[in-house]
T-cell receptor, first 115, second 114 residues
Framework: GAGVSQSPSNKVTEKGKDVELRCDPISGHTALYWYRQSLGQGLEFLIYFQGNSAPDKSGLPSDRFSAERTGGSVSTLTIQRTQQEDSAVYLC?????????????FGDGTRLSIL | AQSVTQLDSHVSVSEGTPVLLRCNYSSSYSPSLFWYVQHPNKGLQLLLKYTSAATLVKGINGFEAEFKKSETSFHLTKPSAHMSDAAEYFCVVKGNTGFQKLVFGTGTRLLVSP
């Protein structure tokens, strides 16, 4: 079956612009996660959705970052007024449920470059 | 709080020789442990997981890992390396109470030479 789908695969934008990153999870997966992978920081958790609500958004680095999920499916991560330090690969993952040991399945990521 | 330490940033092996990627964990709870692999420009693929059942866990592509509580280790092994195994490997820990986010190690890059 289809895996986690992320778009765009690459995004280059100028500093100060807003960007939207999209994640389409595996069908039937109620839990969705966003991570950021950057040089020097490794993989960092950003936010977790269970259905449409976000019980844990502790990893969002600043108020320029926000995410939403609608219909218990697609999620959008929005970064406003981008800065160069936002350059990273943004990974999305989904799992059957969040509070169990179900493994998380990852998309290929969006590589974001801020000029 | 949970954490993992991957002891080697790079490991180099020859094709056909054994692979050992080391991981030590720290957890207040009985943890779930995972190994993920990432090939260039790709997302992370689950290799195997430990969730308090058998301590020796077999994964995909001939990889396996052994959970050793006394040593707080979860090392990844493979008897014979293949060129296609060259990638970045992440040891990951997750707590078993409520929602616990995945906590990733810093990764080990496996290099396989012919």
């Amino acid at each position: 079956g289809a895996g986690v789908s992320q778009s765009p695969s690459n995004k280059v934008t100028e500093k100060g612009k807003d960007v939207e990153l999209r994640c389409d999870p595996i069908s039937g997966h109620t839990a969705l996660y966003w991570y950021r992978q950057s040089l020097g920081q490794g993989l960092e958790f950003l936010i977790y959705f269970q259905g449409n609500s976000a019980p844990d958004k502790s990893g969002l680095p600043s108020d320029r970052f926000s995410a939403e999920r609608t219909g218990g499916s697609v999620s959008t991560l929005t970064i406003q007024r981008t800065q160069q330090e936002d350059s990273a690969v943004y990974l999305c993952a989904s799992s059957l449920a969040g509070q169990t040991n179900q493994p998380q399945h990852f998309g290929d990521g969006t590589r974001l470059s801020i000029l | 709080a949970q954490s993992v330490t991957q002891l080697d940033s790079h490991v180099s092996v020859s094709e056909g020789t054994p692979v050992l990627l080391r991981c030590n964990y720290s957890s207040s709870y009985s943890p779930s442990l995972f190994w993920y692999v990432q090939h260039p420009n790709k997302g992370l693929q689950l290799l195997l997981k430990y969730t308090s059942a058998a301590t020796l866990v077999k994964g995909i592509n001939g990889f396996e890992a052994e959970f050793k509580k006394s040593e707080t280790s979860f090392h990844l092994t493979k008897p014979s390396a293949h060129m296609s195994d060259a990638a970045e490997y992440f040891c990951v820990v997750k707590g078993n109470t409520g929602f616990q986010k995945l906590v990733f190690g810093t990764g080990t890059r496996l290099l396989v030479s012919p």
